[in-house]
Nanobody, 123 residues
């Protein structure tokens, strides 16, 4: 299974974007946890959001603004990003794992990654 992230772009502060993470060569059903991470220029990769067994998890920096969801066919995971801020500017990547909840915040626990999509939020 390969992951394909899309939906990035340039948006003004306060605007919205929806990112998609699609599976090719299979489905996401083999993975219990799908997550989004981001990496801003000069910074380390950080956890953004994850979905596992119908529950969603968010970093404090995006809680209340971002929503992660998984479609019924379980082939695509979305990240709806509202009220975007300039500090949300980063390359966003999706990742898949069967990690349990205690480990889903750590990038090293995800064996499968898609390529990133760039989100730029202008002030």
């Amino acid at each position: 299974v390969q992951l394909q992230a899309s939906g990035g772009g340039v948006v003004q502060a306060g605007g919205s974007l929806r990112l998609s993470c699609a599976a090719s060569g299979g489905t996401l059903n083999n993975y219990g946890t799908i997550a989004w991470f981001r990496q801003a220029p000069g910074k380390e990769r950080e956890f953004v959001a994850a979905i596992r067994s119908g529950s969603s998890y968010y970093s404090d920096s995006v809680k209340g603004r971002f929503t992660i969801s998984r479609d019924n066919g379980r082939k695509t995971v979305y990240l709806q990003m509202n009220s975007l801020k300039p500090e949300d500017t980063a390359v966003y990547s999706c990742a898949a794992s069967n990690i349990i909840v205690s480990g889903l915040f750590t990038a090293a626990n995800y064996p499968r990654w898609g390529q990133g999509t760039l989100v730029t939020v202008s002030s």
